[in-house]
């Protein structure tokens, strides 16, 4: 089996700062995503990449930008953090082939700002 | 657009009752159906999944059958343990022109007590 692994695990910031969160993982897994939890909001997708160097814009994507310097990780950063933004940060990686569409999650990246 | 409903933000259950959690979803495609439970500061895992009408399948407990004649995939289970005490998430597969992107519902967080 694989696992994702998500740095940091907690993350505190000041408004106005830019914050970079971190993921890898070890599936081999083509595409990987970054989604944001807000408690009663369930999970929305800010970025994703289906391979390399790619990069697509979810339905988040205002306010982040993204990068996939390789297939094992994709990094998220916040380029200007909001005050009083609570949220966790989650990771995950698909495989592309056969009918599985089945994602990988990590288990976050848990986000304050003062 | 495609969408994914849950209707109940907190269920909370005496232990050894069923449950039935609600999801309903709408979308144009041929749905694809996904449960995924999130224990408390864990990564979510995937419950079960479904892309096969009127088809119940299992997982550790949990049964959910997909019915596209109402665009439902209700999560069951007969007798509830309090190690399911956790946020459940249903989830529909998103078609695109790349990767295999899900739409999540905001979660339902079952609370069972002694």
């Known amino acids: 089996g694989g696992i994702i692994t998500q740095t940091p695990k907690f993350l505190i910031g000041q408004e106005g700062q830019k914050l970079t969160l971190k993921c890898q993982q070890n599936f081999n897994h083509d595409t990987m995503y970054w989604y944001r939890q807000d408690s009663g909001k369930g999970l929305r997708l800010i970025y994703y990449?289906?391979?390399?160097?790619?990069?697509q814009k979810g339905d988040l994507s205002e306010g982040y930008d993204a990068s996939r310097e390789k297939k094992s990780s994709f990094s998220l950063t916040v380029t200007s953090a909001q005050k009083n933004e609570m949220a966790v940060f989650l990771c995950a990686s698909s495989i592309d082939w056969g009918h599985s569409y089945e994602q990988y999650f990590g288990p976050g990246t848990r986000l304050t700002v003062l | 657009g495609d969408s994914v409903t849950q209707t109940e933000g907190l269920v909370t259950l005496t232990k050894g009752l069923p449950v039935m959690l609600n999801c309903t979803y709408q979308?144009?495609?041929?749905?694809?159906l996904f449960w995924y439970v999130q224990h408390l500061n864990e990564a979510p895992k995937l419950l079960l999944k479904s892309s096969t009408d009127n088809k119940r399948t299992e997982h550790q407990g949990f049964y959910a059958t997909l019915h596209k004649s109402s665009s439902s995939f209700h999560l069951q289970k007969s007798s509830v343990q309090l190690s399911d005490s956790a946020l459940y998430f249903c989830a529909l597969r998103r078609y695109g022109s790349s990767g295999n992107k899900l739409i999540f519902g905001i979660g339902t967080l079952l609370s069972v007590k002694p």
């Open positions: 990449s289906i391979t390399e160097n790619d990069l």
């Open positions: 979308t144009t495609y041929s749905p694809f």
